[in-house]
């Protein structure tokens, strides 16, 4: 099993920065790719940023420029940089990886217990 652990949300005023964080432990064998997703109220929860285990990077076209997923495989930790923030960008924050078990064969995709992230003034 792969456990996620996430912090860095808060309450933030429009055009400042905050960074998330998730950490991965338990019985790792490899994590492939590590993600955030957010999920604004009412609304469902769409990917703001992947970055693959060769650190490959993807983003939602209303985070590019603003957001920036780093990634450190020493520590299986993933963070997300996010500069510029606005009102529409509060949302409660996931974090997610693909990653596979020690002893198992297929990876699974695990999820973090989510940030929320508020931008207002």
């Known amino acids: 099993q792969v456990q996620l652990v996430e912090s860095g949300g808060g309450l933030v005023q429009p055009g400042g920065s905050l960074t998330l964080s998730c950490t991965a432990s338990?019985?790792?064998?490899?994590?492939?790719?590590m993600s955030w997703y957010r999920q604004a109220a009412g609304k469902q929860r769409d990917m703001v940023a992947t970055?693959?285990?060769?650190?490959?990077?993807n983003y939602a076209e209303y985070v590019k420029g603003r957001f920036t997923i780093f990634r450190d495989n020493t520590k299986n930790t993933v963070r997300l940089q996010m500069n510029s923030l606005k009102p529409e960008d509060t949302a409660v924050y996931y974090c997610?990886?693909?990653?596979?078990?020690?002893?198992?064969?297929?990876?699974?995709?695990?999820w973090g217990q989510g940030t929320q992230v508020t931008v207002s003034s």
């Open positions: 970055i693959t285990a060769g650190g490959s990077t």
């Open positions: 997610n990886v693909f990653a596979k078990s020690i002893g198992t064969v297929t990876p699974y995709y695990y």
């Open positions: 338990g019985s790792i064998d490899g994590i492939y790719t």
